[in-house]
């Protein structure tokens, strides 16, 4: 999963950018409602984290924006005010849910994974290849063999490719969903990774169209 955090506090943000990077979610962080990315760049995104007491541009400033120019990615609103009319007021201007202020990392991680598991809904339910069965709960692949386990970021790679079988996947996006605008990937990271799936789930899982990416074959 890849969130764009909008987000000014650098305590609230660097805290999320390190709990949820732990469960495997790429984040990229903004700080201005003015620097929020075109709709190219917004279409890499599973889900926007919004506060909204940004600079520049308020939040409820930028999601009335997004909806009106038909963007329908989920947006998950940080709000440090507590009344009932302020929360309605986020979800009337287009929020699918919010979080108050002070909040737990385990439940902004929570709703974050729910509002992505409904947006996909609508794309496919079933995450397989052949006769493998995925777990992006566990991070986990079960096959005739048993449960095959990996680490979130080699999960995130494997989630990547499956969910596009049958496409090849450019190396500079799968980096980009991996690693998000910071690109801290050492340069044969992706390499290695990419060696990790092949070793437990077949050498012809994913193949390599040189020069441009990778693929894995439809099932």
């Not at 994974?113 to 947006?119: E, G, H, P």
């Not at 493998?132 to 096959?143: C, G, L, V, Y």
């Not at 690109?183 to 012809?204: C, M």
Request: aromatic content about 6%.
């Amino acid at each position: 999963m890849r969130i764009l955090l909008v987000e000014d506090d650098e305590i609230i943000g660097d805290a999320v950018r390190s709990r949820l990077g732990r469960d495997g979610i790429t984040i990229d962080w903004i700080e201005n409602g003015l620097d929020m990315p075109d709709d190219k760049d917004l279409a890499a995104f599973d889900l926007v984290v919004l506060d909204i007491g940004l600079p520049g541009r308020d939040g409820l400033a930028v999601l009335r924006s997004l909806r009106e120019a038909g963007e329908d990615i989920p947006v998950l609103l940080l709000t440090a005010r507590y009344e009932l009319d302020a929360r309605v007021e986020g979800l009337d201007a287009g929020a699918d849910d919010y979080l108050v202020k002070p909040f737990a990392m385990a439940e902004l991680t929570a709703r974050c994974r729910a509002l992505s598991r409904r947006r996909r809904r609508g794309e496919s339910t079933r995450l397989a290849w052949r006769h493998i069965t995925f777990d992006p709960a566990a991070f986990s692949a079960d096959t005739a063999g048993g449960q095959i386990r990996f680490t979130p970021k080699v999960f995130t790679l494997l989630r990547t490719l499956v969910e596009n079988q049958g496409r090849v996947v450019t190396r500079r996006s799968l980096e980009a969903h991996l690693y998000g605008w910071d690109g801290d990937a050492e340069s044969n990271t992706l390499e290695v990774y990419v060696s990790q799936i092949r070793r437990k789930l077949g050498a012809d899982f994913v193949k390599t169209i040189r020069g441009v990416g990778y693929m894995v074959p439809r099932d």
